[in-house]
Structures are given as C-alpha cells and as structure tokens.
C-alpha cells in the first residue's frame, strides 16, 4: 500500500474558530478558495498565490459566527457562503456580495445550520427551525442539546429528511414539525456528514462522529435505521469535531478525513471488505474545527486544509516542502525568507508597543480613580465520562500557551496519569478540613495550548472539582471552572431499559413540583439536560417518583442524597422501596465474568516474570503446560492490557463491597465489621460462595 | 531524517542503569547488560568465530552470541574499562550489594573478588587524579572505594549520603580527570582525588551523570530533570514528567559538539544540545530506555564511526550514526522554514493577544504585600516559617500557588482556603526541610468574592539558608553542650553581616564589639549560639554536628576561606560514635558464626542429598522419604539462618552508614586541605581499628 506522506503548511491565522466554520469553495480555475469565519466575527475569503496569501473579501459580523456553511441554487455550484452570527443568517457570494441578510429571531443563538437549495435548517441549543426562501415553515423542540443538523439530498430522497445530532446520544430524524424516530448512536454526536458527500448509494446514508472518538454510518430508512457500521476508539483518541471524505489516496475509493479534539488528524481509507483502514494521522496540539480537502496552494497537488481551535488554518499537502538540490544542499525558499523578514520586523514594532503598554498598566495598579477590570478569555473545555475504564476526562484548550492549572476538589477523586499530557504535576498536601481533598498544580511546557487531564471519581461521592486555569499571557490573570461530581457519577444515560432485570424499586411521594423532581434528577446524575425531558430511566410525575435499578448500590445512593435535598428544601418526602433479593445475584452475576476474568489476567500477569526466567534457561519449553505456554506466548499482550487498567480489579472489589454494605443497609444492619471476611471469600473467588456469603452472613 | 543504522533484539529483560560496553578481547565491542535473576548478559556479535564459553559461562542455543554471566546476586551496577596497565583489554567490573568482582571476559577468569560493606550503587573506571594506575571507583552506602587491578584500595573517601552516580570528567582542565559523585543528599560533589573541590545542590537525588565535551557534564535527578553543568555553572535543566534513565554526550548532528542525550523511563530518547537543551533529534522505544551506551558495534572496514547505542529494558537494541553532513542539523525532518514562521507567527499572536490583554485589564490600586517571619509555632501547630501575604485593599485572596524546588512533597505548594474563610490576608506555613537558601515563586489569585476571573500576582521571595532558626533575646537558656571554635583573621562586624544575610531576622542585628547571638532551633536540635570576639576567637555552640558544619561551610564560602582549622567538641556524638562501633564489632561477630554454620550445613547437605539418593536407588523408600523430611528441615534452617543473616547485614549497613556521616561531618567541620586530612586520618584510624585515634582526630582535626 502507498504510504501517504503529507507535510504541513501554515496559511494564515484568524481569531477562534466554532466547529464547522471553515470550507473550500468550490474549484474555479486550478484553485479552490478558502472560507473561514471566526468568532471574533470576521468572515474571510482567501486563495493562495505562490505561497502567498491573497485576500479575496473580509466581511465583518456583529456577533460570533458560530457556523459557516456553502449552499447554492437547487442543482447548480453549492458557491454561496451562509454564516450564522446571533440568531441571523448572512449569505455572500464567492466574490464577497452580500445578498442575504436574515434575521430567523429565533430565540436562541444559532448553534449550528445547514442549507439544501431554498431550504435552510437552523438550530439553537435546543430548538429546530426550517425556513423555505426564508419563511419559517417547521419547528420543533428537543429534548436535549443539539449538536449539528443536515439535511438528505432531497434530489435523490424525493423529500426533506432533516437529521438532528442530539447530546443525549440519539439521531433524532424528523419529519416536517414531527419526530419520525430516534437512531441510538454509542456516544454523543457531534458532527454528521453525508456519507461519501452524497448520502451513499440511495442518498440516505449518514456518517456520524461522537465526542468520545467513534465513527458511524446510519442508513436513514424510511420507517426504521440501519447500522452500517461503526469504528471504535481503541486508541483512545479525542472527540470527532469534523469529518470529510475524499480521494486523497487516489485508489478511486473516497478516503475518512477526521478531526478530533485532541489535534489529530486522520485519513482512513477503505478496504477491499469496506473495513477503514488508518493511513495518516497528523498530531497538531489543538482541537481541529474543521476539515476539507481540495486544491489550494499549487495546482495538481491535493490537500487536507484544517482550521483549529485557536484559529490557525493550515495544510497538510502532498507536496513535497523541501526541495533538495543535491545530497548536501538544501534550498532555500526566497519566499520564505521574506516572509520571515518581514515577521520580525512586525514582531519589533509590536514588542515597542507592548513595553509601553506594559509600562502604563503597572502605573495604574497604583492609581487610586482607574477601575480594576480582568478581560474574559475563551475556554474550550470538556468534561466527558469514558465508559472503558470509568473515567472522566477534562481538557481545556485555550487560544493562548497555558501557564499553569491548579486543581481543587471537595471531594476524594483520582487524578490518572495521560500520556499525552506533557505538563509536570505536583500534588500538595491538603487538609480536608479546609474542604481540600485535592490539592494539584500543573505546569505546563511551553506554547502548549491544550490540556487533558483524566479523573476518576468515587460513586456516592458528591462535590465539585475547581479549576483555576492561568495563561502564559502578560499581564497575568486566572479563571475558574468549576465541574460538579455527581453523586451517582459513573452512570450512563440510556435509552433502552431492560425491563427484565430483576429491579429494585425506590418510590418518592411527596409535595414537589415536576421541575423539583428532575432538578434531583439532574444533581444526582450525569448526562441529564438541564430541562424535563419526556421520559427517563426514573419515571416521575408530580407529586410521585419512581427510580428502578438493578443495583442495590445506586438505589441506596439515590435515597441519601434525595432525602438530604428534600431537607434541605423542608419538603417532605415519602420514601418506599422495593428491594428485590434475586437481584443481587443478579448484579453479582453480571459482575462475574469481569471480576474472574481480571483475577486470571492478575494471576497470569505474576506468573509472567518466572516463566521467562526459564525460557532463559531452558533450550526446551515442551515440557511446561500448555496453559504456561500460551502465558508465554502472549506475555506482552498480557502485560499490556495489566497496564491499561491499573486499579480494574480494586474498583471491582469496592463495588462488591458497596453492594453487600448496601443490601444490609436496607434491612437496617451495619455489616462493617463484616467487611474484612468478605475480602477473605473474595481473595479465593468463587461465584458460588460469593452469592452464598451475600445470602447467609449477617 | 536520522533513522537507526541497526537495530537487533536481545530477547533478555534488560535491568535500568546497567549497561556499558566494552572491548574485553581488546578488539571486538561487546554489549554487557545486567538482566533480572542476577545475570550479565554479553552481546559480542563479532568474536563469534572463537567464542568458547566455559565454566561460568553458559551459552545460548539460539543466540549463539549471547553468552550469560550467572552473579547469583542482584546486578545493581555495571562498568568497564582499561583496569590494568599496559592492556588493550576492558575489564567488566560488576556490582551488587554486598560485593564487586572484576572479570576478564576474554579468558572467563576473575581478577578480583571483594566485598562492599556499603554496596555498589555506581562504578566507573578510570584514571583519577595522579594515582598511577586505572582505577575502578566504587560508590556506596556514603563511601567511595577505588580499586586498582590487583584488587587494592587506592583510593578512599566519604561522602554526605548514597551515592547515586559516579563519573569521571576533567573539571579544572588540567589534563587529569576529577571524580563526580552525585548523591540521594542532592549533592553534586567535585572530588580532585581526596579534596572536595566543588559542591552543587540540586533538586532531587542525582540518578546519573555523564561526561562530555571538555569541562561539561550532564546530569539527571529522580524528579525528571535533566541539565547541563560546565565546571559549577549550570547551562540549561529541563523538567519532565518522566524520568531520566540514562543520559549520554554524543556528538549526533556531527557539527563536533556532544550533545546530551537522554533515555526516558517512557521509552523515549532525545538529543538536546549541551548550550540551551534544544531538543535536535528525538525517537521512541516502546519500553522504557535501560542505558546508552557508544561503540564501534558495526565495525565496517575502514570506518571507525562510533555508533550512539540505546538499548531498552525489553532487550531492543538500536544503533545510530552521526548523522552524515548534509543535513546541517536537521534530523528531524522538519521544514526549518515552516516552523520559523510558525513560531514568529505564534510569538505575534501572542504579542497581540497581550496587547489587547492590556487595553481590558486592569488591577486598579491593589499591591501585593509578603513578609516572611519565623512561627515559633504552639501546641496546635508545629514551629514554621511563616510567609504573610496581604492585598492592599477589600480583595481577597482566592488561592496562593508556591513553586519552590527541594522544600514541598512536589514542586509546588497550594493554599486553597474555603469559601467561608476568604480575606485580604493568608499565612503560609513553610518548613524548609533542609539548610538551604530557596527561592519561592509565588502566584497569588486576587479578586472579588464569588467572582470566577481573578489577578494573577506573581512574585519572588528568597527565603535564607537559616530560616529555621528563631533569635533568642533574653538570656537564661542552657548551652549547648558541643561546640566548635576557630580563630579567624576577620572583623566580628563581617560576621554580623554574614548573620544577618544568612537568618530571617525581624531586623538586622548590629554591635562594635564582641558578637553573641543565639538562635533556638525550629527543628527542634536545641539552641545555637555563635559568639565572636574581637580577637578572631569564633565559637558555635551547638548540639547539631550537621549545623555546625553548615555554617561553617556557608562561612567559609561568605568569608572567602580557602582552609580552616577548627577544634570540635562534640561528646555526644563521641559517645554515639563509640556505641556504634561497639554495635559493629558485635554484627561482624555474628556474622562469622553464622558464615561457619552456614558452612557446616551445607557439607550436612550434600551428605544427605547423596544418601537419600542412595537410598533411593537401592529402593529404600522409607529411608529416602526419611532423608528427604530431614533435609527439607535441615533447609527451613538455612532459610531462617538467611533471614537472620539478612537482618544482621542491614542493621551492619545502617551502622557504618552513620559512621560514614560521622566522619563526613567531622570533616564538614574543617575546610580545605584540613576537611581532606580528617577524612583520610579517620579512614586509616578504621582500617587500623584504632578507636581512640579516631577520637582524637574529630576532636582536633588532625591524627
């Protein structure tokens, strides 16, 4: 297979850039143009020219753009840029016309559009218009936030099909004002993109990117969806922000362009069975918010043009960048050398203005009439709970280098090590009296802009986790995020419910108001949008809740924390449950394989370093026992799954412990003491004793 | 792009920190790493034709240029070098916790065999100083030992604490080479044969150290920091998350400088050049890096390019050349161009950015105000230093970061107050583990209450090499019972001035004629009194060996001192002394006896191995199960025996490790040629064992 070499090239810099807020216009000589709007406000329309930028237009919006997308007459060159800034949609023409001015006066800000002809679909965070020639036609509300909206080509669906990527993880496919049904997706959604840029074979195919790593493809069917297929994140990489596709492998199949929150870069092309296979990925430190491929900067030679987070606009061509005159010469590239002059030169007068700012603003610290005022400055952060190893990971990306970040926690959490992160940390000692359980600073290397941080939380633990993020920017200052910890934090929303679980029923009767009720909802768990949904795990109604688990753990934890929040709000409440005995097993048996798979994986893990030790010694290893062999055989693999989950079996422990407290906890008895037998029958696992301890001991 | 001109696997774990190569037969480059279960491996690819390995010595099947040294101990250390005169052969010299044993590979004999009471933490051969013959110098328990190829001690000294990492470099730049030792006391010490000639304290125990071009030499701490030193003055240090493994000087961009390159625990290598610590080169194993080494390991005809070496614990091997001169430099295949401009481009994002910063921001009329006091502390809290830090108008203070190296857990200190307690001043508590001068970067967050944006203050502090020290003003304390007293040619007021720099003091302390001031310690060593009259005479009073010694060290540099000899009188530290030699002779009693036992056991158990197989031969069943049960007994013995043997040795080791410091400490006493006579008279005094020279010596400074 060819080995797809491409090397960057910076174009320019723009302010911060929203997802989906750069595109290609489409090919007009032997070059395409660039679009790209930030949310400083500025829509800017450039070509290249012998490695030069040449502006087309700049047009400026009052408010940030949030989106930029291309649209076009019914059937004709989709050449028009439409941005959306505030709840307004400006359209332009490639040579910079404004020929559309239009206010949806939706009651949100658009968060994120889309055009199809005369159709035009925009979203807020929760509501979904769509205008034809502008007059509003459909609307609906949404359950939960909505991250990015497309259309199917009409052209070949014979109808408007609108698909809304909602947060809640579900495809939300609507027809006119209606819900048609919702696709279930793995994660999030975050982008959607039509697959092969023309919806597939018969137009409907939709590809979806998640914000925990993973690629889809829906088949959008006329009454149900079809999983096409869909590619994991084994590696762990970040959150889809933008996705294309595009020949760049010129083996006649149109290529994956994806790019992720964590920097990277990547091209996929298909197999002879249709399976992506990884051809490039490019590592660029800061969230990509858009990609495209096309033509830019010289003609014949494709690219993947990016724009990130903090504003840059760059290309990853496959041209070659060095051109090397003989083994020992390198040429130099005049143009470059001029433009480094004139770099410098700039950077001179800049560094006088800043000295004399400088030199003003330690005067006014001691003025006694100046008003004291910090600027904000752009955070893009993230908190998102990874459901392989039960961690929450929190990156923050700013537009300047990060000086330092400290972290504060009110309650006990872990912090992981990330390879990624190259920052140093240093824990300090806290004392928990001071509401302090974890006290840590991160200093960062230089003109890193992007950093991920893993936490693992305690189920049943509540608080909020602080974080003061300072910039390596003159004159210093600090902000604080702040990210509550739920107290039942390592749940995942879900929207099929298996009802034949045996479940544990907790029942609430009581004086509270529906928007009381999910409110408790939304303090308890994660991944609840802040308004009432339709339907939960937990049915409720005024007056009545109603919360069913098949672990007795969530259930006890549910009811500490409901009764604290109705004392707190003096409301009394009705608590009854329903603990059901066979579900104990039952959670316990769907702990089981795990629990005896990552005992043998310990023991095989032990077992590894002797073994070795005799292959050292020993010329023949037939006479061991198979199983031994295979601990050989695959002592790297082994040793390497040991390392990625360090704590696995700990965390299994504790929850086995939680579970048998718990049980007893409803039937009014402490069973601490017992604690420590446990762990002896845990030690010498057997599931059959096991259930028998939680049966018999008291 | 430099990519490896080799790379092979040695399909053995390979132990961190203990690689080296070494051409044992004087012509061919072997590969010698320590692996786990107390082996050496020996990779000599070259000498296949007439490898014969015997005796010790176990060959490989499949990789017949393996060849396996059985130590049947724990390998902690491993060098070689040109160990006898007049040879081309390199000697490995391999190190455990108990012994060192020098081995000639080429004709598989032992040179020689000693013990190592203080273990070997590090070993380099070489020449030092103007001792005539190479030696092997061996670091331990606070020791240094050189031994020459007969296996004698030439050499001999103490340092403050274990030693982590030894090497050779010319320091002074007259042609001889000076020992390096770097310590877990964070320590760098220059040693010109006995004579400290320089001291430099760093952040962490000093886990290596490698030589370099001329007078330089890199070194690495267990904290993740590398850097670069020429003679005392420190380039560069960077600091990582990771740790450095190995680090070695290699000239690899060929432009006739070395630079430093660095094995990280996270598989990582890179060259960073020895001026700024840029990095120039990097590449990644996917285990963690166990030693660089160089050596001629292709050994082309005509071409004798020595290739950087890197070897990961996995057993990977990979070798590099220089890179050829083409590539002026640039060896990691970037567009110089493209990243020039990038960087300019993103310092005038960054320019502008701090423009606009200035236009929106501002932190009208509020100063930063820090006093650092000493907290005599009470019975809630315990004796500190304390940094006062207040705003000067209604903000308040959020949090306050304290970056500062060597006196917190991790690099830094936060206070982070709860909401409920948030005012315009905060009391830091700070207790300097050790004497020395710290610089603290603060960064306080000043803002409203409840407000989300907050100021960042940033500001430096130096806290003095005596801070944990509190000035005693009315008189009645006890004295302390030891003390030192020299006779300087000095004026008491430059005293003064040394004693106002040096303590945190409420305000500096003034007097024309006799100095005496007491200080009570925070640390809670009792009282210091320092008292100076106008005829030179100086006394330091204190309990504190250690102290004494700091200050007179911190003195002597302050006073520019080049020797200085002074009386010490410190009879509880005698007295301790004496305990502990007691407490040794008793441990080499014991150890004897049960050396011997050992010894009769094992004859015991060769007897019944040999019946019992007998006894099973012949089909005596009984009798062999019999045997077997006493033997099985006979060896539950042994293994209590051990244990009992191991315990013995540990407290022997913590004993001589506190007459090591003992000794240290009596020579920290004096400076100069003095230091290095006490150090010498208490060596041979041991080895003499003659225990009241010893005494003598402490106390007077000379034998």
Not at chain 2, 475 to 485: A, D, F, N, W
Request: proline share 4%; charged share 25%; with cysteine.
């Amino acid at each position: 297979m060819m080995q797809l070499d491409l090397s960057r090239v910076d174009y320019l810099q723009v302010g911060i850039t929203s997802q989906g807020s750069m595109r290609l216009l489409p090919i007009s000589g032997k070059l395409q143009k660039v679009a790209v709007a930030d949310t400083d406000g500025m829509l800017q329309v450039f070509g290249m020219k012998k490695g030069e930028v040449q502006n087309v237009f700049k047009a400026p919006a009052p408010q940030k753009i949030t989106r930029l997308v291309l649209g076009g007459a019914a059937g004709a060159q989709k050449d028009r840029i439409f941005v959306s800034t505030g709840s307004e949609v400006r359209g332009y023409t490639k040579k910079g016309k404004n020929f559309l001015n239009f206010n949806t006066n939706m009651s949100e800000p658009i968060q994120s559009m889309f055009v199809e002809g005369p159709e035009l679909f925009a979203c807020g965070n929760f509501v979904y218009n769509h205008y034809h020639d502008c007059k509003d036609t459909h609307y609906m509300l949404c359950g939960d936030r909505i991250n990015d909206v497309l259309c199917l080509p009409p052209e070949r669906t014979q109808e408007l099909i609108p698909v809304l990527a909602c947060q809640d993880r579900v495809l939300r496919v609507l027809q006119e004002s209606e819900l048609l049904y919702e696709v279930e997706v793995p994660g999030p959604p975050t982008c959607l993109q039509l697959s092969e840029n023309t919806g597939g074979e018969e137009g409907n195919e939709v590809l979806y990117g998640t914000s925990d790593g993973r690629v889809g493809v829906v088949q959008i069917g006329k009454l149900a969806p079809t999983h096409r297929w869909e590619m994991p994140n084994e590696k762990r990489s970040g959150g889809i922000l933008c996705m294309d596709n595009f020949d760049i492998t010129s083996d006649g199949v149109l290529d994956l362009i994806l790019g992720r929150d964590d920097g990277q870069v990547e091209v996929y092309s298909f197999d002879e069975a249709d399976e992506p296979v990884l051809r490039f990925s490019h590592s660029c430190s800061e969230s990509i918010t858009s990609v495209q491929a096309g033509i830019v900067s010289t003609p014949g030679y494709e690219e993947i043009v990016c724009s990130t987070y903090a504003g840059w606009v760059f290309g990853l061509t496959s041209e070659q960048q060095t051109k090397e005159m003989g083994p020992s010469e390198v040429k130099v590239d005049p143009m470059a050398v001029t433009k480094i002059n004139s770099l410098k030169s700039e950077l001179d007068n800049l560094q006088q203005k800043v000295s004399t700012e400088r030199e003003k603003y330690q005067q006014s610290a001691y003025s006694k009439t100046a008003v004291s005022a910090i600027p904000l400055f752009n955070i893009n952060d993230k908190f998102v709970l990874n459901r392989e190893d039960a961690s929450y990971t929190l990156s923050l990306e700013l537009q300047m280098p990060i000086d330092n970040v400290l972290l504060q926690s009110d309650v006990p959490v872990d912090l992981l090590d990330v390879e990624k992160n190259s920052a140093v940390v240093s824990f300090s000692a806290c004392n928990p009296e001071d509401g302090n359980y974890l006290l840590a600073t991160y200093r960062c290397q230089a003109n890193t802009t992007r950093l991920e941080l893993k936490i693992r939380s305690i189920e049943g633990q509540h608080g909020t986790l602080q974080v003061y993020i300072t910039p390596r920017l003159q004159p210093k200052t600090c902000q604080l995020r702040c990210y509550p910890i739920k107290p039942l934090s390592l749940h995942q929303r879900t929207h099929a419910f298996d009802e034949d679980r045996p479940l544990n029923t907790l029942k609430l009767k009581g004086q509270f108001s529906l928007a009381e009720m999910h409110s408790w909802v939304c303090f308890s768990l994660p991944e609840v949008p802040e308004r009432p949904p339709a339907g939960d795990v937990a049915s409720f109604q005024k007056g009545e809740g109603i919360f069913r688990s098949d672990n007795i753990s969530t259930i006890s934890i549910l009811k500490d924390i409901l009764s604290k929040e109705a004392t707190n709000k003096k409301i009394r409440l009705d608590i009854t449950y329903d603990i059901k005995e066979e579900s104990i097993p039952h959670t316990l048996a769907l702990i089981h394989p795990r629990l005896e798979y990552q005992l043998l994986l310990a023991k095989k893990v032990q077992l590894i370093d002797g073994l070795k030790e005799l292959q050292v010694n020993e010329n023949d290893l037939t006479f061991l026992s198979p199983e031994y062999q295979q601990i050989l055989e695959d002592a790297d693999k082994l040793q390497a799954e040991f390392k990625r989950q360090p704590c696995h079996l700990e965390r299994l422990y504790g929850m086995i412990t939680d579970l048998y407290i718990d049980k007893y906890k409803f039937k009014g008895q402490n069973v601490r003491g017992k604690v420590p037998t446990l762990l002896e029958v845990l030690d010498n696992y057997d599931f059959n004793s096991l259930v028998q301890f939680f049966e018999t001991s008291a | 792009m430099l990519v490896p001109i080799f790379s092979l696997k040695l399909n053995h774990k390979v132990s961190p920190r203990t690689v080296a190569i070494g051409r044992f037969d004087g012509v061919h480059p072997s590969l010698t790493c320590g692996t786990t279960a107390g082996k050496v491996l020996i990779h000599s690819p070259h000498v296949r034709a007439q490898a014969q390995p015997a005796g010790g010595a176990t060959s490989m099947g499949d990789l017949s240029d393996i060849n396996l040294l059985n130590i049947n101990q724990q390998v902690v250390s491993i060098a070689t070098g040109r160990l006898t005169d007049g040879s081309e052969k390199d000697t490995l010299v391999v190190g455990t916790a108990t012994n060192v044993m020098a081995y000639d590979v080429d004709n598989n004999t032992d040179i020689f065999y000693r013990d190592a009471p203080d273990g070997a933490n590090a070993i380099v051969v070489g020449r030092l100083g103007s001792i005539e013959s190479p030696v092997a110098i061996v670091g331990g328990n606070c020791s240094i030992q050189g031994f020459d190829q007969k296996g004698e001690e030439t050499y001999w000294t103490v340092t403050g604490d274990n030693v982590c990492s030894l090497e050779l470099v010319d320091f002074n730049g007259n042609g001889q080479n000076e020992l390096i030792v770097g310590s877990e006391d964070f320590d760098i010490r220059v040693f010109k044969e006995d004579e400290i000639m320089a001291e430099m304290t760093e952040t962490e125990a000093i886990t290596a150290l490698c030589r370099m071009q001329d007078s330089r030499f890199g070194y690495a701490l267990a904290n993740g920091t590398v850097g670069v030193y020429d003679r005392s003055t420190r380039y560069w240090r960077i600091k990582s998350k990771n740790q450095a493994i190995s680090i070695h000087g290699y000239d690899l961009d060929s432009d006739g400088v070395e630079e430093l390159i660095t094995g990280w625990s996270n598989g990582k290598i890179d060259a960073r050049s020895d001026r700024t610590g840029e990095v120039i080169f990097k590449d990644n194993f996917s285990q963690a890096v166990a030693g660089i080494v160089q050596g001629d390991y292709r050994m082309d005809a005509g071409s004798t390019v020595e290739q950087l070496i890197c070897v990961s614990v996995d057993g990977e091997v990979r070798g590099y050349n220089p890179a050829p001169p083409g590539l002026a430099g640039n060896l990691m295949d970037t567009n110089l161009e493209q990243d020039t401009i990038r960087e300019l481009s993103q310092r005038k994002q960054n320019l502008m950015l701090e423009l606009k910063n200035y236009e929106e921001n501002a932190k009208a009329n509020t100063q930063l105000q820090t006093t650092l006091s000493v907290n005599p502390g009470d019975n809630s809290k315990p004796p500190h230093v304390e940094l006062y830090i207040s705003t000067t108008n209604d903000t308040v203070i959020r949090a306050v970061l304290i970056f500062a190296e060597g006196i917190f857990d991790g690099e830094s200190h936060v206070v982070h107050p709860s909401p409920s307690a948030l005012s315009g001043t905060l009391r830091v508590p700070v207790v300097p583990p050790k004497d020395v001068p710290v610089d603290l970067h603060i960064k306080a967050l000043i803002g409203h209450k409840g407000s989300t944006q907050f100021h960042v203050f940033e500001l430096t502090r130096q806290l003095p090499r005596f801070s944990m020290y509190s000035l005693i003003t009315e008189p009645g304390i006890p004295e302390p019972r030891s003390s030192v007293t020299m006779t300087l040619n000095e004026r008491p007021q430059r005293l003064l001035m040394w004693i106002n720099q040096s303590f945190l003091l409420n305000e500096d302390i003034t007097g024309e004629l006799d100095v005496d001031v007491s200080f009570l310690s925070l640390r809670g060593s009792g009282p210091l009194v320092i008292r100076m009259t106008q005829t030179g005479q100086l006394t330091i009073m204190t309990d504190d060996m250690d102290l004494a010694g700091d200050i007179i060290q911190a003195l002597a540099e302050f006073l520019n001192l080049e020797d200085l000899l002074t009386t010490a009188d410190f009879p509880v530290e005698i007295e301790t002394l004496k305990q502990i030699l007691i407490k040794v002779d008793e441990y080499h009693r014991v150890r004897q006896k049960l050396t011997a036992e050992m010894a009769d056991h094992s004859n015991l158990i060769r007897s019944m191995v040999v019946r019992a197989e007998d006894a099973r031969l012949m089909g005596d069943m009984r009798s062999m199960r019999k045997g077997y049960m006493e033997l099985f007994d006979l060896n539950r013995d042994l293994i209590n025996g051990y244990t009992i043997r191991c315990n013995n040795h540990q407290e022997l080791l913590s004993c001589l490790k506190q007459v090591n410091q003992i000794i240290q400490r009596a020579g920290r006493l004096r400076v100069g040629r003095y230091k290095t006579q006490v150090v010498n008279a208490c060596r041979t005094a041991i080895k003499n064992n003659n225990t009241s020279s010893l005494y003598k010596i402490i106390h007077t400074g000379m034998a």
